[in-house]
């Protein structure tokens, strides 16, 4: 089978100041690939992420895209939007579709059907009209995954899309984005904790700072090196699923 | 004269249309740019804005030139200046506000002190006067607003983005440097439209209350924004005709009938309606 790659990421390398936050990181993703960029808390996961993304500049390196279309975008800490903010789900939803339009910006008859049909799909269509700030965590993690994908985006990055979410949450976003996954859709997730997460993703990229590890969920658990972080995380969430 | 003899002679007056007409514009400029100010919580640019409003009317007088032609220009750099600051990351935005607005009411007050006999002119602009509303105010004035109503109708969806979630804004192609800036050059351009009939201290607050009115009933941004409008253009509307009735500061009298319908919708919502 030819494996089409999406993305190259070519020696990318992110500077604050003197301070080299990534240092010369190179990976490539391919169609289909479900990855899970794990790392400590200020290992350079989110700058990898913004850098690819054009949010943050890259001091060296490039990001090479195969592909031309949007992105799917879940940026972190989202989860806790100002409660007071009203924004209905709805025109959260339609946010999403912005990068396909050209100015003025403007949204038709057949936006709002893409996003009714995106919310169907999340399975939140019956929170269509309420206030965003609202929702529960888990609710508003899956309103913001269908504004991530209401464009049909090539590719999904997400960026800590589980941190605010509890265990059981935490184990129905997963099992959502896996049947994404399965259904075509490649995903690219930060987390700066694996356990529960590492068991569905194909691949596995450590860093701190550089890549330490990029292999498969279970070569990463042998690895003796990372032993403290795997033991911290990985084995702990494992424990805690077998217990439950 | 009976009150309703007073109020169909004020509407006999050229002064009260002309008060009227500004003040509609100034309630549905400032309740649109509010909205995307307010819950940016960037409503505080306003009010640094209007104090350098006031050194810029000071300055007006001092030199015995029209002060809303200086107001203008020197509102707007401001405000560019302001959010570049910021931007540099050596001056935080709420201290960026708090130096121009010190320095600005430091100048203002200099300049009266030194001028001594246009004090009484002066306190016109700082709480608003209708009496003093000119052709010239008029016709700036609808012709500011013209300008910033038809800039957030056409980047609406940019800017309701970009106040929700300035990063994913980012992703979308959304510019939001340049964004940013355009929103503090109207907030700018607010500022000055509300200088003569709600005044340099007030106008900020015209800016924060109708959102904020708004934001207890609506669960969406659109209606947000227009129950804000509508609440905005009422609420001005009362309160210049009742500026007139009882020889208030119009300035005033708008902002206490904000305040008190701010109140009562508040306790509605939070005391009574749950």
């Known amino acids: 089978m030819i494996e089409d790659v999406l993305m190259h990421i070519d020696r990318l390398t992110v500077k604050y100041h003197h301070y080299t936050a990534v240092d010369r990181v190179s990976f490539s993703v391919k169609a289909g690939d479900f990855i899970a960029i794990a790392g400590e808390n200020g290992s350079g996961k989110t700058s990898l992420i913004k850098a690819i993304l054009g949010l943050t500049h890259a001091a060296e390196g490039v990001v090479n895209k195969h592909v031309s279309g949007p992105i799917g975008y879940l940026p972190q800490n989202t989860v806790v939007q100002d409660r007071a903010f009203p924004a209905s789900v709805e025109e959260v939803v339609s946010m999403g579709l912005l990068a396909t339009k050209s100015f003025p910006r403007r949204f038709g008859r057949a936006d709002r059907e893409r996003v009714r049909e995106s919310l169907i799909r999340l399975n939140v269509a019956n929170l269509a009209k309420k206030r965003f700030g609202l929702l529960s965590g888990g609710q508003q993690q899956r309103v913001l995954l269908a504004r991530a994908l209401v464009a049909n985006p090539y590719i999904l990055i997400l960026d800590e899309p589980t941190s605010a979410l509890d265990q059981a949450m935490r184990k129905r976003f997963m099992d959502i984005l896996q049947s994404l996954n399965q259904a075509g859709v490649t995903i690219l997730l930060i987390t700066h904790d694996i356990g529960g997460i590492g068991e569905y993703v194909n691949r596995v990229i450590y860093m701190e700072r550089r890549i330490l590890f990029d292999g498969s969920f279970t070569a990463f658990c042998e690895q003796a090196e990372l032993s403290p972080y795997i033991h911290t995380h990985a084995m702990r969430h494992k424990g805690e699923d077998e217990a439950s | ?274």
């Not at chain 2, 006999?12 to 740019?33: C, E, N």
């Not at chain 2, 350098?52 to 015995?64: E, K, P, R, T, Y």
């Not at chain 2, 804004?169 to 510019?175: P, T, W």
Request: proline share 1%.
């Open chain 2, 1 to 274: 004269m009976t009150w309703l003899e007073l109020l169909r002679a004020a509407f006999t007056y050229g002064f009260m249309w002309r008060a009227l007409i500004v003040g509609v514009s100034i309630a549905l400029s400032s309740a649109f740019i509010g909205s995307f100010l307010v819950l940016k919580r960037f409503s505080m640019i306003g009010h640094g804005l209007s104090h350098v409003a006031f050194a810029a009317v000071a300055i007006g007088l001092f030199f015995d030139q029209a002060p809303l032609l200086i107001t203008l220009p020197m509102v707007v750099l401001t405000a560019v200046l302001v959010l570049k600051l910021n931007e540099s990351a050596d001056v935080h935005g709420d201290a960026a506000i708090g130096l121009a607005a010190a320095f600005s009411m430091a100048l203002g007050t200099t300049l009266a002190s030194i001028g001594g006999g246009f004090n009484l002119d002066l306190y016109s602009y700082l709480f608003g006067s209708i009496l003093t509303i000119k052709m010239l105010d008029l016709w700036l004035a609808i012709g500011l607003s013209l300008i910033v109503l038809v800039t957030v109708f056409l980047f609406f969806e940019d800017l309701f983005t970009m106040t929700f979630d300035e990063s994913f804004a980012q992703v979308s192609g959304i510019r939001t440097k340049r964004l940013n800036t355009l929103l503090a050059v109207l907030t700018g351009l607010v500022i000055v439209i509300g200088i003569r009939a709600i005044g340099t201290l007030l106008i900020s607050s015209l800016i924060i209350f109708p959102t904020v009115i708004a934001m207890q009933f609506s669960k969406g941004f659109k209606a947000t924004i227009l129950i804000a409008v509508i609440s905005s253009v009422i609420i001005v509307f009362v309160g210049l005709i009742g500026s007139f009735l009882f020889d208030l500061p119009s300035g005033s009298a708008i902002v206490l009938l904000n305040g008190i319908v701010f109140f009562f919708v508040y306790v509605y919502h939070r005391l009574i309606k749950r």
